[in-house]
T-cell receptor, first 114, second 117 residues
Framework: QQQVKQSPQSLIVQKGGISIINCAYE??????FPWYQQFPGKGPALLIA?????SEKKEGRFTISFNKSAKQFSLHIMDSQPGDSATYFC?????????????FGKGTLLTVNP | GAVVSQHPSWVICKSGTSVKIECRSL??????MFWYRQFPKQSLMLMAT?????????EQGVEKDKFLINHASLTLSTLTVTSAHPEDSSFYIC?????????????FGPGTRLTVL
């Protein structure tokens, strides 16, 4: 059972455009939602994270929108650049667990064309 | 801050040998570290959770006798792949959770590419 569903699987955007990646979850015990960026052959790097008590968080060109009632959250990359081309993973943490495990989405391969 | 290192970054070994991968938190203490496995173009699969001073907790389907995890200090966890076989070839990534201040963030290492011949 996939607990965090991520879409789309791949995304092609023109330079300067907006990239939008969506995630949905079922487990209401999730209480922390980070996004990670991964370049080929590298480990994931934390991009931005949000808790369900806020509906939006912005850091530079990256914004998370969170809809608690719909159990959905999304990553928006404004003014997308070729350097943003990478795989993006959403994740969610179960507050009921003692080890703070993260459940990851399947990832979105973003390609930003120059 | 919050830097996690892994060593080695890549390793090639013969089938039947054992390989040890180290994961270190360089500028913070981590009571909890995690080991993931990632196949090409796939998501991260959690293998086990490593807590300092106690036995690791393995995810369902992960052989604990094959993937030995030791978390001997607050800055070091090791993963040993015992009697490695070609099907164990993969990208292994560790992460470390900042401890003590209620932070939730997991910081990932750069990964170790294991190739078993």
């Amino acid at each position: 059972q996939q607990q965090v569903k991520q879409s789309p699987q791949s995304l092609i955007v023109q330079k300067g455009g907006i990239s939008i990646i969506n995630c949905a979850y079922e487990n209401t015990a999730f209480d922390y939602f980070p996004w990670y960026q991964q370049f080929p052959g590298k480990g994931p790097a934390l991009l931005i994270a949000i808790r369900p008590d806020v509906s939006e968080k912005k850091e530079g060109r990256f914004t998370i929108s969170f809809n608690k009632s719909a159990k959905q959250f999304s990553l928006h990359i404004m003014d997308s650049q070729p350097g943003d081309s990478a795989t993006y993973f959403c994740a969610a943490r179960d507050s009921g667990g003692s080890n703070y495990k993260l459940t990851f989405g399947k990832g979105t391969l973003l390609t930003v064309n120059p | 801050g919050a830097v996690v290192s892994q060593h080695p970054s890549w390793v090639i070994c013969k089938s039947g040998t054992s390989v040890k991968i180290e994961c270190r938190s360089l500028d913070f203490q981590a009571t909890t570290m995690f080991w993931y496995r990632q196949f090409p173009k796939q998501s991260l699969m959690l293998m086990a959770t490593s807590n300092e001073g106690s036995k690791a907790t393995y995810e369902q389907g992960v052989e604990k006798d094959k993937f030995l995890i030791n978390h001997a200090s607050l800055t070091l966890s090791t993963l040993t792949v015992t009697s490695a076989h070609p099907e164990d070839s993969s990208f292994y990534i560790c992460s470390a959770r900042v401890s003590g201040d209620g932070a939730d963030t997991q910081y990932f290492g750069p990964g170790t590419r294991l190739t078993v011949l």
